[in-house]
C-alpha cells in the first residue's frame, strides 16, 4: 500500500513546512496538516498495536472515533499518551511515538500474544485471576499476584511520564443566548440565523477550523465562513470540545490552548476547562461513519470511507492506489468518483442488490453490487480482499481482488452523546440503521446529522429550524418552522453489521480499540451476559478512549441476533460524559500545589518567620512547628522547648482559635443552651472552659468563653471547627432559637493571640502592660480576664488559662499590633532566658497533661469517654443532653481516656497504634493511642487515647501495643491521662 | 407518580443557581446544604423519643421538599428553599427566621 500527498489538493498552507519526529525519525509536514496526515503523506502505515493482540494497526478515521492511530505525543514532563494522530495538529518539532509496542510498532516482540488469542478471548481476567480452574488453585498466592502483574503489562495503551505536569490550567465562566455545538452545515445556518436575530451566538468546534464535514468539501472555504460569522457577531470557540451536557443548559467545555504549538507560551495555559450556561443549547455535533465486522478487518490500510474523502480534501493526502470501498448505503459514492479522479483504482462493493445511482459515475469505477467484504489477506499490509455473495448464508469465499486499501462504510451514527447525558434516551430507526435523539423537554435542540438528516441542504434548513426553536423556547415572537424528516439518501440502506467468517479463530473486530470480536460477544451470550450493560462489561466492547464510537451498534446487532431480537429491544448503553477524553490537569485547573486550598496564616506569620519559625499546615492555617536553633531536629526543639516552659516561660502563637463575639440581650441564655456545663452564673471579667455537643449527644468542639459585660461574651473555639462552630450557631439563631436576641459575629481574624506560659509568665506580662498589679494573683486568678492596656498604650485583653498545665496567660489583641505584642513579650521573655514555642511542643505540653484535642474529639467520642462527665450539668437541659445517654452512648463498654507508658521505658509508639490484650492481638483490639509525645519531665515517651473499660480496669495490667502499618509492637502500661501536676497546683499559683 | 414525571418534562429551572433573598441569584457553590427545613426540633428538655425522631428520622421524599441552605460565602443567612428532589427545580427561597420572612414579604 502506498499513500502519498498530491499536489492540487487539500486545503493545507504549502508555504510553511513543519519536521516532525516519529519514533525517533524525522519527517516533513505542513501547516494544517494532522499528525495522522502529515504521517499517511510520508506513508507510514503502521502507527500502532493493539490494546491486547498486539497487532499492528494503522489509521482508521480521521476524527475523534480514531482507533488506531492513539500514539504518545511530547517528551519527558510533557509525554501524553493516548493522543490521536487525527485530532492531534502538526507544528514544528512535534514528537511523537508509537505506544503499547517493543521495541517499537514495526517490530513488537508483543505480537506473540496475537498467536496466542484463544486465551485471551472476553473474561480473560476474571476467568484467570481467580485461580486455575476448577477450584481457583492458587488464587491469593503471592507467585498468582506476580503472575497477574505480568499479564497485566502485556495489555494496555501509552505509558504516563509518570513526571509532574510542567502546564499550567485555568477554569473560566461564560454565558450567552444560544450556543451552538459543531461548525458543519446546520450549526452555521443556526448560527446565522440566530445572529441575524440579534441574539448572543457562541459556536465551539472541537476541530481547528470551521466546517465539519464540509471541509471536504472543494468548494468550501473555511476562512471566508468563519469571517463571515464573526462580522456577524458570533462567538466562535474552536480547539474546543463540549465534552458533557448538564443541568439547566450548563455545558462543560475544553479549550485546548497551547496543544497545537511547539513552542510553549509559559503565560498561556494549556487547557481552559470552561463552564457555560445557555439559554438554548443547539446541537449540530454531526454523525459518524460505522465500520463493518468481517475477517481481519484490523489490517492497516482498513479506514472509513468518510475519513478517505477528508484525507483527499482538505490534507491532499491520497490514501491508497488499489482502493476497494465496500457499502450498504449511499453516502460513499462522491467519494468514489473523487479518489478515481484523483488517480487512485476504484473497485466499489455495494451488499445491496440494486441501487438507482444520482451521481455521475466514472466508467472506471468497477461497481459489484449484492457482494461484501469477507477477509482481508495480508497482516501488516493489504494484499488481498476476499468478497463473499451478500445473499448467501452463510457467507464463503466467491472472489479475491487484489488492493493496497480497504475503505469500509456500515452507515452512519448520529452523535447523540451530549443529549445522552441529560439522561435521553435514543430510539432506533429502522428506516436509517441508527439511534436518533429522543424528545427533552429541557432547552436542547438537536439538528443536522445529529439528528439523522443526511442531506446538506436538509442540515441547513435544520439548522435554521433549530434557532426558531430555540427562540419560541425562549419565549421570543413565535415563528413557524419545522425540521426536515431524517435520512436523505435515495436508496435504502440495507443491514450489514458482521460477515460471519465461515472459519473457527477469525478475527472480526468490533470494538478496535480493546480488541472486541465477534467472537468475543458470541462467547459473552454463550456465557449468560446478554444485557447491554453485561456485555459491555464482560467484554470490554465500547470501555476504551473512544466509548464505543466506532462498535457499539455493531455489538448490539450481534446480540439482538443471537437473541433473535430486534435492536430496540436489545438497547444501548447511556453515553456518558466526557464525549472525549479530558486532561486531569484541566478539571484541577488553577487548584494545585500551593493553590489546592485557602492559605491562612496569622498576622504574626512573618514576626514567626524572622524569629526562626518552621512552619506546619494546621487546618487552612500556617502555624509555627518549632523553632530550631542552630541544627537542632525536630525532636531536640520541641524537647528543649517543652522543657523551658516547664521551667521558666515560653510564647506561642494561637491566634488560629477560632473567637466569635455573642451580644445580646439573651446572650447569656444562649451560651448556657449551647454548653454542657452551666455558663448562667458566670461573673463579668471570668471566663470557663466549655465544651458543646451536637445534638446526637457526641462531642462537637471544646473552648473557652470569656463574660465581657452583662450580654456580651467572647467564645473561642479549637482552630479545626471555628468555621464549623460559627455556622451552628447562626443555624440555632435563625432556624431553631428565633426568639433569642442574639447577635453572633466572626472577629477571628480581627484578634491576633499569644499564649504565655510557665512559671515566669506572671513577671512577663507585669513587664509589658501599663498597670502591672492588675496581673497579681488576687486580680486575675486562674480563669480571669481583664481588658488593659499594654505599654504604649495598646488596647488588650488577657485571660488566665492554661493549656500547657503551667501558670499561663493568652493576650489577645488587634491584629494590627500583633508584631508590637509580639516584640513586646519576646523581649521581657528573653530576660529569663524563655523560648518560642510551636505546635509541637504545644503539642507535648498538652498530651502530659492529658488535654484533648481534635485528634481525640474525632465525632465518635461522648463527654464521658473523654473522661470529662463533671463538665456535663444534671440542673440544665443543653443540646445534646437529651442524647448523650441514648443506647450504645451509656453502655459500660466504651472506650474511655486514659495516658500510656511504655513498660520498657526506651521504647517509643506512634499515634494509631492499637491496644490489645496480650494474648489477644488482633483487630481493633480493645483501644487505640490517639496522640504521642516525649515527655521531657518524666525522661520516656507517653501516650493518651482511649482504652475499653478505661484506666479502672487495666491499671494493673500490661497491654499490647500494636502498630502493624510500622510493623511495631510493644507493651503499655495504662495511666491516667493527667500525667503531670495532676492536683493542677502550676496553674493556679 | 405521573405528577412527578410531568413535573421533570416541565422543569425548566434547575439547581445550580440560588435566588438568595439578600445577594440576587449565585452559584450554589457559594452555599452550603443544611438539612431537611420541615423539622420541628423539640424542647431541649424533650424526651429521648422525641429528639430521636427529630434527628435521625427523615422522609426521602420523591418531589418537591423543604430544606435549609447557609448562604456561607455570601450573606451568611439560613434560607429555607423548596427544592424539588428530581430535577432540582427551585420553588422558593425565604429566609428561615420568621421575622426576616415577614420582613422580606412587606418590603415586596
Redesign the interface.
Known amino acids: 500500500m502506498k499513500s502519498k500527498r498530491l499536489d492540487n489538493y487539500g486545503k493545507i498552507n504549502r508555504e510553511k513546512i513543519f519536521s516532525f519526529s516519529w519514533d525517533n525519525k524525522n519527517y516533513y509536514g505542513f501547516d494544517g496538516d494532522s499528525l495522522a496526515s502529515a504521517l499517511l503523506a510520508n506513508n507510514i502505515q503502521i502507527v500502532g498495536r493493539s490494546f491486547k493482540y498486539h497487532r499492528p494497526r494503522g489509521i482508521m478515521s480521521c476524527g475523534v472515533e480514531e482507533s488506531g492511530g492513539l500514539v504518545t505525543v511530547g517528551s519527558h514532563d510533557r509525554k501524553d499518551p493516548n493522543v490521536r494522530a487525527t485530532t492531534q495538529e502538526l507544528y514544528q518539532g512535534l514528537v511523537a511515538t508509537g505506544q503499547n509496542a517493543f521495541p517499537n510498532v514495526n517490530f513488537d516482540l508483543g505480537e506473540v500474544n496475537n498467536y496466542l488469542s484463544r486465551f485471551f478471548a472476553a473474561g480473560f481476567y476474571y476467568k484467570t485471576f481467580m485461580g486455575i480452574p476448577p477450584f481457583e488453585w492458587g488464587s491469593g498466592t503471592s507467585i498468582w499476584m506476580l503472575f497477574e502483574k505480568i499479564i497485566r503489562k502485556a495489555a494496555g495503551m501509552g505509558k504516563l511520564s509518570r513526571l509532574p505536569d510542567p502546564d499550567n490550567y485555568e477554569h473560566a465562566n461564560d454565558f450567552c443566548d444560544i450556543l451552538i455545538v459543531g461548525s458543519g452545515p446546520s450549526g452555521i445556518a443556526a448560527a446565522k440565523e440566530a445572529a441575524d436575530k440579534k441574539l448572543d451566538v457562541i459556536l465551539v468546534e472541537q476541530d481547528s477550523i470551521l466546517g465539519g464535514d464540509q471541509i471536504a468539501e472543494t468548494d468550501f472555504d473555511f476562512k471566508s465562513a468563519r469571517d463571515e460569522l464573526k462580522n456577524l457577531g458570533v462567538r466562535i470557540m474552536n480547539r474546543t470540545t463540549a465534552f458533557g451536557l ?3 443548559c ?1 455545558l462543560g467545555l475544553l479549550e485546548r490552548i497551547t496543544d497545537h504549538v511547539g513552542e510553549k507560551n509559559e503565560n498561556l495555559p494549556r487547557q481552559r476547562f470552561w463552564t457555560i450556561r445557555a439559554k438554548h443549547i443547539i446541537v449540530g455535533s454531526g454523525a459518524l461513519e460505522r465500520h463493518v465486522s468481517f475477517n481481519n478487518n484490523d489490517i492497516p490500510g482498513v479506514m472509513t470511507v468518510n475519513a478517505s474523502k477528508h484525507y483527499l480534501n482538505r490534507y491532499g493526502v491520497l490514501t491508497g492506489q488499489d482502493i476497494v470501498i465496500t457499502t450498504n448505503n449511499d453516502s460513499v459514492y462522491q467519494t468514489a468518483q473523487l479518489l478515481f479522479q484523483a488517480g487512485a483504482k476504484v473497485t466499489v462493493l455495494d451488499s445491496r442488490k440494486e441501487v438507482n445511482l444520482e451521481e455521475n459515475i466514472s466508467d472506471g469505477i468497477q461497481i459489484r453490487f449484492g457482494s461484501v467484504p469477507y477477509n482481508i489477506k495480508g497482516s501488516r499490509r493489504i494484499n488481498s480482499l476476499e468478497i463473499a455473495d451478500a445473499s448467501h448464508s452463510p457467507y464463503k469465499n466467491i472472489d479475491t481482488i487484489n488492493c493496497d486499501q480497504v475503505l469500509i462504510s456500515g452507515g452512519w451514527s448520529p452523535a447523540i452523546h451530549l443529549l445522552s447525558h441529560r439522561g435521553v434516551r435514543a430510539s432506533w430507526n429502522a428506516e436509517n440503521l441508527c439511534f436518533l435523539p429522543g424528545d427533552t ?3 436542547i435542540t438537536m439538528v443536522g446529522s445529529a439528528r439523522g438528516i443526511w442531506n446538506k441542504d436538509d442540515c441547513i434548513k435544520s439548522g435554521i429550524a433549530g434557532t426558531l426553536d430555540a427562540m419560541n423556547k425562549m419565549g421570543l415572537p413565535k415563528t413557524n418552522y419545522f425540521f426536515p424528516k431524517e435520512g436523505g439518501w435515495k436508496n435504502s440502506i440495507k443491514p450489514l453489521y458482521e460477515v460471519k467468517y465461515n472459519k473457527s479463530r477469525s478475527k472480526s473486530f468490533v470494538d478496535y480499540q480493546h480488541d472486541v470480536t465477534a467472537d468475543d460477544v458470541r462467547l459473552a451470550h454463550r456465557e449468560g451476559f446478554i444485557s447491554v450493560e453485561h456485555l459491555k462489561r464482560y467484554t470490554t466492547l465500547g470501555m476504551a478512549n473512544d466509548q464505543g464510537k466506532m462498535g457499539n451498534i455493531i455489538g448490539l446487532s450481534l446480540m439482538a441476533e443471537l437473541l433473535n431480537k430486534e435492536i430496540p429491544e436489545v438497547g444501548t448503553t447511556v453515553f456518558r460524559p466526557p464525549y472525549t477524553p479530558i486532561s486531569i490537569g484541566a478539571l484541577a485547573g488553577r487548584n494545585v500545589g500551593k493553590h489546592f486550598r485557602p492559605l491562612r496564616v496569622t498576622p504574626m506569620h512573618q514576626w514567626n518567620l524572622d524569629n526562626g519559625a518552621i512552619m506546619i499546615e494546621a487546618g487552612l492555617y500556617q502555624r509555627p512547628w518549632y523553632f530550631p536553633k542552630k541544627n537542632e531536629t525536630l525532636s531536640e526543639a520541641y524537647i528543649r522547648e517543652t522543657t523551658i516552659v516547664r521551667q521558666s516561660v515560653g510564647m506561642c502563637d494561637v491566634t488560629s482559635l477560632g473567637k466569635i463575639a455573642i451580644q445580646g440581650p439573651d446572650a447569656t441564655e444562649f451560651i448556657n ?1 449551647l454548653y454542657t456545663n452551666p455558663f448562667a452564673k458566670l461573673p463579668i471579667n471570668k471566663t470557663r472552659y466549655g465544651i458543646m455537643l451536637r ?2 449527644g457526641i462531642v462537637m468542639d471544646d473552648g473557652t468563653s470569656w463574660r465581657l459585660s452583662e450580654n456580651e461574651y467572647l467564645m473561642t473555639t479549637s482552630t479545626a471547627q471555628a468555621g464549623k462552630v460559627m ?1 451552628w450557631l ?2 440555632l439563631l ?3 432559637w ?1 426568639d433569642l436576641k442574639v447577635n453572633v459575629t466572626s472577629i477571628s481574624e480581627q484578634w491576633a493571640a499569644a499564649a504565655v506560659s510557665g512559671p515566669k509568665s506572671r513577671e512577663v506580662i507585669q513587664k509589658c502592660v501599663e498597670d502591672p498589679s492588675l496581673i497579681e494573683n488576687e486580680k486575675l486568678p486562674f480563669m480571669g480576664f481583664i481588658s488593659t492596656n499594654l505599654k504604649g498604650g495598646i488596647p488588650c485583653r488577657i485571660v488566665r488559662i492554661s493549656f500547657s498545665g503551667e501558670l499561663g496567660y493568652e493576650v489577645y489583641i488587634v491584629s494590627d499590633y500583633a508584631n508590637t505584642m509580639a516584640n513586646l513579650l519576646w523581649e521581657e521573655i528573653q530576660k529569663f532566658d524563655g523560648c518560642l514555642y510551636g505546635l509541637e511542643a504545644l503539642g507535648a505540653l498538652r498530651v502530659e497533661k492529658g488535654h484533648v484535642t481534635g485528634a481525640e474529639l474525632d465525632g465518635r467520642v461522648t463527654i464521658e469517654d473523654a473522661g470529662l462527665e463533671k463538665m456535663a450539668s444534671t440542673k440544665k ?3 445534646g ?3 448523650r ?2 443506647g450504645i452512648l451509656d453502655s459500660e463498654d466504651r472506650e474511655q481516656l486514659v495516658g500510656f507508658f511504655p513498660v520498657n521505658k526506651n521504647e517509643t509508639f506512634d499515634a494509631g497504634t492499637i491496644v490489645c490484650e496480650k494474648n489477644n492481638i488482633k483487630g481493633f483490639g480493645i483501644g487505640r493511642i490517639t496522640s504521642v509525645t516525649h515527655s521531657p519531665e518524666l525522661g520516656h515517651w507517653i501516650g493518651i487515647g482511649f482504652v475499653k473499660g478505661g484506666k479502672a480496669k487495666w491499671e494493673n495490667t500490661t497491654l499490647i501495643g500494636s502498630d502493624p502499618v510500622r510493623n511495631k509492637q510493644m507493651e503499655l502500661q495504662v495511666v491516667s491521662p493527667h500525667m503531670i501536676d495532676p492536683e493542677g497546683t502550676r496553674m493556679h499559683a | 407518580m405521573k405528577e412527578v414525571q410531568d413535573q ?10 440560588i435566588k438568595c433573598p439578600y445577594c440576587g441569584e449565585r452559584d450554589h457553590s457559594e452555599f ?1 446544604y ?1 438539612g431537611d ?1 420541615s423539622i420541628k ?8 423519643d ?3 425522631k ?3 428520622f427523615r422522609e426521602n421524599i420523591r418531589g418537591f421538599q423543604k430544606e ?1 441552605w ?1 448562604h ?1 460565602n455570601g450573606c ?3 434560607l429555607e428553599v423548596e427544592r424539588c428532589t428530581l430535577t ?1 427545580e427551585i420553588k422558593s427561597v425565604k ?6 420572612q415577614k420582613i422580606m414579604a412587606s418590603s415586596k
Open positions: 448538564y443541568d439547566n450548563v423537554k429541557e432547552n443552651r445534638d446526637d455556622s447562626e443555624e435563625q432556624v431553631r428565633t437541659s443543653y443540646i443532653s437529651a442524647m445517654k441514648r | 421533570i418534562r416541565s422543569c425548566t429551572v434547575n439547581m445550580i443557581r452550603a443544611g427545613a426540633y423539640p424542647a431541649l428538655d424533650a424526651s429521648k422525641e429528639w430521636t427529630a434527628i435521625f435549609t447557609h456561607l451568611r443567612m439560613w432540582h429566609p428561615c427566621h420568621p421575622e426576616l
